[in-house]
């Protein structure tokens, strides 16, 4: 049977084989605590479940909708984008996909051929870069630095393509005006096109987060951003994202989509209008910052580990170098011995850090998880 060689060297994501793993523990009997990637507690919305709800009684019917989504459903995104990220956008420039990583995907097939090179800011998301190895692309990673400053992207390689996650996952970094308007700067000078995933956009527990496509001529840049509701609003399976991008390009990312999925599932494109139009979830972040404050609090007197309070999202990104540099083994003796899963921050490109996520279950849950993390490590660090 042959494989092909393109997917051949290419291996599933590591957070979702770590929760796959997950998954396969918890079905043979094993209690095991997932942080390993951030599945809210939470449900979608009750405008969202209203929606669907009434689309299955009344409407029934659920026809194709166009590749790119329904017309009213995309005339709605654009309400948004202008309500909330300070975007003048139409529908022929919004496509709705299944979740962000169909959108990352599209967009980056067609803004780029085989070879070119992207520049991707670490520790990041592994999609970026397991992304770019499926379509043959080369990712270039630098440091994601405390502050972004023309003289930092001055010294990074020059690519065709620049990745921006903002808010970021896993440090909770949220790009300030200036930041942006440096890269924005930077882009025009050297013409990279820029992928802005703007997926935690509601989860700042302060800052402002600040759209990137509003402080500059999208169009003219070339610039796509992707949204998604997975994390802004808990509805990580329902699969509902979507990219905004100049018409050429939703164009060819309509030609890419079109015989893979078609359109998005069509209860899909309802919740995704609904959602989009929730707004920020007050209840939910408000929820999240206690549990943040209080994972942070039992860490902080633990010696061995930094934990830094982030300023958005749903993780802890947590510096264990004081420990070790191998977090994969690191991890693989936690859920071995604690039964605790963590993402090894070789994962995302850095290794000596775990990512934490901290939105699952129940709070006793996380209070017993980062009980048991604290006695592995205490364990290890006492045999140093
Ligand atoms: N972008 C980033 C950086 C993420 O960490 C996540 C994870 O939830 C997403 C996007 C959401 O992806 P999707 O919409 O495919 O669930």
């Not at 043979?28 to 605590?33: K, L, P, S």
């Not at 309802?270 to 139009?277: E, L, R, W, Y």
Request: charged fraction near 20%; charge should be negative.
């Amino acid at each position: 049977m042959k494989i092909s060689q393109r997917i051949a060297h290419s291996r599933p994501l590591a957070t979702t084989a770590m929760h796959g793993r997950v998954e396969s523990m918890r079905h043979a009997g094993e209690e095991v605590i997932d942080f390993s990637i951030a599945i809210s507690h939470f449900p979608a919305p009750a405008a969202v479940l209203d929606a669907v709800g009434a689309a299955v009684e009344n409407v029934r019917t659920m026809p194709y909708t166009s590749v790119v989504g329904a017309f009213d459903v995309r005339e709605r995104l654009c309400d948004k984008l202008a309500r909330e990220n300070g975007i003048d956008a139409g529908a022929a420039e919004v496509i709705v996909t299944n979740g962000a990583k169909q959108a990352l995907y599209e967009a980056l097939y067609a803004m780029s051929d085989p070879g070119d090179s992207v520049l991707i800011f670490k520790p990041h998301w592994p999609a970026y870069v397991a992304t770019c190895q499926l379509l043959g692309l080369r990712p270039v990673l630098a440091d994601l630095p405390e502050e972004v400053t023309p003289a930092f992207l001055a010294a990074c390689e020059p690519a065709r393509i620049v990745i921006i996650n903002n808010p970021h996952n896993p440090t909770g970094k949220v790009y300030s005006r200036a930041e942006l308007e440096a890269i924005r700067d930077w882009v025009q000078a050297t013409g990279a096109q820029v992928i802005v995933d703007e997926s935690y956009e509601h989860l700042s527990f302060g800052p402002a987060h600040t759209s990137f496509a509003s402080l500059c001529d999208w169009r003219a840049l070339g610039v796509v951003t992707i949204f998604s509701a997975s994390q802004s609003y808990a509805m990580m399976g329902w699969r509902v994202g979507f990219a905004l991008a100049p018409a050429p390009l939703v164009a060819a990312m309509q030609t890419l989509q079109g015989p893979i999925t078609a359109a998005a599932s069509h209860l899909s494109q309802v919740a995704t209008a609904a959602a989009f139009n929730a707004g920020v979830q007050r209840h939910m972040l408000d929820d999240y910052r206690e549990r943040r404050d209080m994972v942070v609090r039992r860490f902080a007197d633990v010696p061995w580990i930094v934990m830094h309070s982030p300023d958005s999202g749903p993780y802890l990104w947590g510096d264990v170098r004081a420990l070790t540099h191998d977090t994969v083994a690191f991890a693989e003796a936690l859920i071995e011995e604690e039964k605790v899963a963590v993402m090894p921050g070789d994962a995302l490109g850095v290794r000596g850090f775990i990512r934490i996520g901290y939105i699952s279950d129940d709070v006793a849950t996380l209070r017993e998880g980062v009980r048991r993390v604290i006695a592995f490590g205490d364990r290890r660090a006492a045999l140093q």
